[in-house]
């Protein structure tokens, strides 16, 4: 276990790669598109996506990582999961064609924007955005010397800030994006290997800047492993290290955990929360919750994992949707919680028949309560 570090390497973030500059290349991108198309729910593992991968938790990981064969334990790295909202930047087949996606939408624009992030894109010099693709593509053939760029190039990120979230140090840092992963080849690339690359006179910043977290995971002692992590992921709670490396001071979210040797693959990838932000606790249910008869035992369970911040990003969701209603956000806090508790139903023998009833009884009410006060504050406004 270790504390942070900031520094870059291809092995293992700690040591630094030297960068030739780069010349500047003509441009001509064009404006962000309008939106084209939503993504309804996950897509495959054999569909081809620019959308950003849905992060699971540990128990997912440890059961794609028994694919990987006998292992006795696996190197992790971490990085920061910062509290804002999810935003990417897609240069078309690596062509001068920008578009902009959300977690949920595969194109935005000033006219149907995700908290104010194409409105910034917009107001950016185009020479800040493709000199920072120019440096990532320069790194990645550095790297991978004899391997053609073909497709997509991805600048996945979170766009944070003051408006944007609440409850966390980075709600009191003027709105800047992050990148917190690359997509090249259709693979995602190691995040300590890009970690210098940035402009953040431009608020174009790297998860790096708030270093990485390494740990070992023991397969024989999962749970000692387990213990190791949410003590790293509670101190990132009680002090975000992001805020904290631009001045300010307060909660953080969590981590995010990527297997060292096999990052280029979301299934192994996790994250790792604290109380406050997260979005079950059905890793926390006391036994005696669990144990009890089996309607009372679906109800705790449904009382777990259909929590306040699950709600809140359903919510979320609803308002980037044309189509709006309680039947779409009840679909889709219902396909959440299926997917991201889908290990936890089945060690707990709950079936989704079962439990769909139990989430509907706790989403319907808080839905009508929320689009009332929705109405409010348009009114005040």
């Given at each position: 276990m270790s504390t942070p570090s900031s520094s870059i390497s291809r092995e293992a973030p700690t040591e630094a790669i030297d960068v030739p500059p780069i010349e500047q290349l003509s441009l001509k991108a064009k404006e962000p598109a309008v939106v084209q198309s939503i993504q309804e729910s996950e897509p495959s593992s054999k569909e081809r996506t620019t959308l950003y991968p849905k992060i699971k938790k540990l128990t997912d990981f440890i059961y794609a990582a028994k694919g990987l064969g006998p292992k006795p334990s696996i190197h992790l790295t971490g990085s920061a999961k910062l509290h804002g909202t999810h935003a990417d930047i897609v240069f078309v087949d690596n062509t001068d064609e920008v578009r902009l996606q959300s977690r949920n939408q595969l194109a935005l624009?000033?006219?149907?924007?995700?908290?104010?992030?194409?409105?910034?894109?917009?107001?950016?010099?185009?020479?800040?955005?493709?000199?920072?693709?120019?440096?990532?593509?320069?790194?990645?053939?550095?790297?991978?010397?004899?391997?053609?760029?073909?497709?997509?190039?991805?600048?996945?990120?979170?766009?944070?800030?003051?408006?944007?979230?609440?409850?966390?140090?980075?709600?009191?840092?003027?709105?800047?994006?992050?990148?917190?992963?690359?997509n090249i080849n259709d693979a995602w690339v190691p995040d300590w290997e890009y970690g210098d690359i940035c402009d953040e006179d431009a608020r174009f910043f790297h998860i790096s800047k708030a270093g990485f977290f390494t740990q070992e995971l023991h397969f024989d002692n999962a749970a000692t492993s387990e213990k190791a992590i949410q003590k790293l992921t509670d101190a990132v709670e009680n002090e975000c290290p992001f805020a904290k490396a631009l001045g300010v001071s307060g909660r953080g979210e969590g981590i995010v955990w990527k297997a060292t040797n096999h990052c280029s693959d979301p299934q192994f990838w996790f994250k790792s929360k604290g109380d406050l932000l997260a979005v079950s606790h059905s890793n926390r249910l006391p036994a005696s919750a669990v144990a009890t008869g089996n309607r009372e035992r679906v109800d705790n369970f449904a009382k777990a994992i259909v929590t306040e911040i699950r709600l809140e990003q359903g919510w979320g969701y609803?308002?980037?949707?044309?189509?709006?209603?309680?039947?779409?956000?009840?679909?889709?806090?219902?396909?959440?919680?299926?997917?991201?508790?889908?290990?936890?139903?089945?060690?707990?023998?709950?079936?989704?028949?079962k439990l769909s009833p139990a989430i509907a009884d706790i989403t319907k009410p808080w839905f009508w309560a929320r689009l009332e006060r929705a109405g409010r504050e348009a009114n005040e406004q």
């Amino acid at each position: 276990m270790s504390t942070p570090s900031s520094s870059i390497s291809r092995e293992a973030p700690t040591e630094a790669i030297d960068v030739p500059p780069i010349e500047q290349l003509s441009l001509k991108a064009k404006e962000p598109a309008v939106v084209q198309s939503i993504q309804e729910s996950e897509p495959s593992s054999k569909e081809r996506t620019t959308l950003y991968p849905k992060i699971k938790k540990l128990t997912d990981f440890i059961y794609a990582a028994k694919g990987l064969g006998p292992k006795p334990s696996i190197h992790l790295t971490g990085s920061a999961k910062l509290h804002g909202t999810h935003a990417d930047i897609v240069f078309v087949d690596n062509t001068d064609e920008v578009r902009l996606q959300s977690r949920n939408q595969l194109a935005l624009g000033v006219k149907n924007d995700n908290c104010g992030f194409a409105a910034f894109f917009a107001g950016t010099d185009r020479v800040t955005i493709f000199a920072l693709r120019d440096r990532i593509l320069e790194r990645y053939r550095k790297l991978n010397p004899d391997t053609e760029v073909i497709g997509d190039v991805v600048i996945a990120g979170e766009w944070c800030g003051t408006g944007v979230q609440k409850k966390v140090a980075i709600a009191a840092i003027p709105k800047f994006f992050a990148i917190i992963s690359i997509n090249i080849n259709d693979a995602w690339v190691p995040d300590w290997e890009y970690g210098d690359i940035c402009d953040e006179d431009a608020r174009f910043f790297h998860i790096s800047k708030a270093g990485f977290f390494t740990q070992e995971l023991h397969f024989d002692n999962a749970a000692t492993s387990e213990k190791a992590i949410q003590k790293l992921t509670d101190a990132v709670e009680n002090e975000c290290p992001f805020a904290k490396a631009l001045g300010v001071s307060g909660r953080g979210e969590g981590i995010v955990w990527k297997a060292t040797n096999h990052c280029s693959d979301p299934q192994f990838w996790f994250k790792s929360k604290g109380d406050l932000l997260a979005v079950s606790h059905s890793n926390r249910l006391p036994a005696s919750a669990v144990a009890t008869g089996n309607r009372e035992r679906v109800d705790n369970f449904a009382k777990a994992i259909v929590t306040e911040i699950r709600l809140e990003q359903g919510w979320g969701y609803l308002s980037q949707k044309e189509a709006a209603g309680m039947g779409n956000f009840l679909k889709w806090v219902l396909n959440d919680c299926l997917l991201e508790e889908k290990m936890e139903m089945e060690k707990l023998k709950i079936s989704k028949g079962k439990l769909s009833p139990a989430i509907a009884d706790i989403t319907k009410p808080w839905f009508w309560a929320r689009l009332e006060r929705a109405g409010r504050e348009a009114n005040e406004q």
